[in-house]
């Protein structure tokens, strides 16, 4: 079964504007990641963020992260049409060494 | 440097028999784990290697196997191919196990089709 859940499950957007993915989870973590995947191709790393921090930037991705209420947010800032693709979270426990993914957010970002 | 390789890309095989598919990390990585996506279950960890030895497995049957060589590449082996493996699978690597800085590196993953 999946450690988390997102929200929303599918996202549409115009070009320019920012898009917003929400990750909840269930048990502790080391840290939390965020991948994106372009039609059924592999994942691409996009930010991790340790259990013991609460904010990180890259690029146009901020990613906030709420340990007490057992939830992420991914925020993409003025998307482009090449967002376009599916977003999971993934949890790395405690243990480590074993990523448990999110069921994804389809964005799709219209030109 | 060259990124994960996984191969073969696309695979069709019949119910009953078995399939190979390998992965090739990073060079100097020596962590490579395997996952299964598939529509219904979504992602999926199945096991992971680190030096040649298996340290962590999922929930799968005994019908899934893998293993790792000195050089780190990986292969996974499923027997007994049912419908329900039908799946997108996926490598990825890392340079060492335990808590992760810069996320894990995905292949581009295997298409399996079992028919």
């Known amino acids: 079964s999946q450690q988390g859940e997102e929200d929303p499950q599918a996202l549409s957007i115009q070009e320019g504007e920012n898009a917003t993915m929400n990750c909840s989870y269930k048990?502790?973590?080391?840290?939390l990641q965020w991948y994106r995947q372009n039609s059924g191709r592999g994942l691409v790393h996009l930010i991790l963020?340790?259990?013991?921090?609460r904010e990180k930037h890259s690029g146009r991705l901020r990613v906030t992260l709420d340990t007490s209420k057992k939830s992420s947010s991914l925020l993409i800032t003025a998307s482009r049409a090449a967002d376009t693709a599916s977003y999971f979270c993934?949890?790395?426990?405690?243990?480590?060494?074993?990523?448990?993914f999110g069921e994804g957010t389809q964005l799709t970002v219209n030109p | 440097k060259a990124g994960v390789t996984q191969t073969p890309r696309y695979l069709i095989k019949t119910r009953g028999q078995q399939v190979t598919l390998s992965c090739s990390p990073i060079?100097?990585?020596?962590?490579v784990s395997w996952y299964q996506q598939t529509p219904g279950q979504g992602l999926q960890f199945l096991f992971e290697?680190?030096?040649?030895?298996?340290?962590n497995k999922g929930n799968f049957p005994g019908r899934f196997s893998g293993r790792q060589f000195s050089n780190s590449r990986s292969e996974m082996n499923v027997s007994t191919l049912e419908l329900g493996d039908s799946a997108l699978y996926l490598c990825?690597?890392?340079?060492?196990?335990?808590?992760?800085?810069?996320?894990?590196?995905f292949g581009s993953g295997t298409r399996l089709t079992v028919v």
């Open positions: 990825a690597s890392s340079l060492a196990r335990g808590p992760l800085v810069r996320g894990y590196t």
């Open positions: 048990t502790s973590i080391n840290n």
């Open positions: 963020i340790r259990s013991n921090e």
């Open positions: 993934a949890t790395d426990l405690t243990s480590g060494s074993r990523l448990t």
């Open positions: 060079s100097g990585h020596r962590s």
């Open positions: 290697y680190f030096s040649e030895t298996q340290r």
